[in-house]
T-cell receptor, first 117, second 117 residues
Framework: GAGVSQTPSNKVTEKGKYVELRCDPI?????LYWYRQSLGQGPEFLIY????????DSGLPNDRFFAVRPEGSVSTLKIQRTERGDSAVYLC???????????????FGPGTRLTVL | AQTVTQSQPEMSVQEAETVTLSCTYD???????LFWYKQPPSRQMILVIR??????QNATENRFSVNFQKAAKSFSLKISDSQLGDAAMYFC??????????????FGRGTQLTVWP
């Protein structure tokens, strides 16, 4: 498809388990962002990739959270030892990352709803 | 620190009428961008309109327009001729320019818009 896709759309796990959330950006987009949206809140930034490297990971809440983008396309957000407080919608966005900031728009995927029991 | 404030948790409007959603922001940057995103129940964040801080002219996209008051750090969204499909959560967002690309988005807490037939 032409848009950002995220899998799974919903994930239910137990406290303490490990989860992986996948993001497939728009083809050709070099910039990729992860956000977390808790109930009743706006999205909060987690991490930003430019190509394969994390350009800004200042939003990751602690060392249980990790993200990779090994080939500069698909990205995986990994959460270890999940806690109930990790329950949220995890949104991914991509942008061209080049060609000038006047046209640099972030396009979002539908998100993954993570529920930690 | 960058913050975005939406003081109206909920708004409602009659179909075909006009409604204005408020947003204020705080930044020490001089070169930045402002956005309004729409999030329907499907969770997909959709860009409604964007405004470059260096432009004095207010952005317009069909029925959507903004009132950008840079000195007051205010960025309101006006929806004219409201339609049932406009019902959604609306988020105001800010990003400051980082060279040729935009960085992370800072979001407000959102305004839930209801449209009555």
């Amino acid at each position: 498809g032409a848009g950002v896709s995220q899998t799974p759309s919903n994930k239910v796990t137990e406290k303490g388990k490990y989860v992986e959330l996948r993001c497939d950006p728009i083809s050709g987009h070099t910039a990729l962002y992860w956000y977390r949206q808790s109930l009743g809140q706006g999205p909060e930034f987690l991490i930003y990739f430019q190509g394969t490297g994390a350009a800004d990971d200042s939003g990751l809440p602690n060392d249980r959270f990790f993200a990779v983008r090994p080939e500069g396309s698909v990205s995986t957000l990994k959460i270890q030892r999940t806690e109930r407080g990790d329950s949220a919608v995890y949104l991914c966005a991509s942008s061209r990352g080049s060609g000038g900031r006047s046209t640099d728009t972030q396009y979002f995927g539908p998100g993954t709803r993570l529920t930690v029991l | 620190a960058q913050t975005v404030t939406q003081s109206q948790p909920e708004m409602s409007v009659q179909e075909a009428e006009t409604v204005t959603l408020s947003c204020t922001y705080d930044t020490s940057e001089s070169d930045y961008y402002l956005f309004w995103y729409k999030q329907p129940p499907s969770r997909q964040m959709i860009l409604v309109i964007r405004q470059e801080a260096y432009k004095q002219q207010n952005a317009t996209e069909n029925r959507f327009s903004v009132n950008f008051q840079k000195a007051a750090k205010s960025f309101s969204l006006k929806i004219s001729d409201s339609q049932l499909g406009d019902a959604a959560m609306y988020f105001c967002a800010y990003s400051w320019a980082r060279g040729s690309t935009l960085g992370r988005l800072y979001f407000g807490r959102g305004t839930q818009l209801t449209v009555w037939p």
